[in-house]
Nanobody, 122 residues
């Protein structure tokens, strides 16, 4: 029901835009978020956005570089990633939270996409 796309291989300093398209149901009333998991590391929240896009949350290391947004008319969420670093290499997942306000814990998110690989070379 959630399909993440847009990952790929990029050089350090480059940009990527991830998309998360919902199908089968609308998530316009849900908060949503992007998580990532690198090999050997725990899953971490990258950014979250409230149901109407009115509030956003970013992990400290992403502030100023990443921008989360959503288009409820298209049932799609985005993550614009700029100034990418090798440390951003991970599988990125999108997820939906029944609460209208984005939470910071993965357990709060009920629906998950399949993930898209982002690899940043130095």
């Amino acid at each position: 029901q959630l399909q993440a796309s847009g990952g790929g291989l990029v050089q350090a300093g480059g940009s990527l835009r991830l998309s998360c398209a919902a199908s089968g149901r609308t998530f316009s009333g849900y908060a949503m978020g992007w998580f990532r998991q690198a090999p050997g590391k725990e899953r971490e929240l990258v950014a979250g956005i409230s149901w109407n896009g009115g509030s956003t949350y970013y992990a400290n290391s992403m502030k100023g570089r990443f921008t989360i947004s959503r288009d409820n008319a298209k049932n799609t969420m985005y993550l614009q990633m700029n100034t990418l670093k090798p440390g951003d290499t991970a599988v990125y997942y999108c997820a939906a939270n029944p609460s209208r306000v984005a939470g910071t814990k993965g357990d709060e998110y009920v629906y998950w996409g399949q993930g898209t690989q982002v690899t940043v070379s130095s």
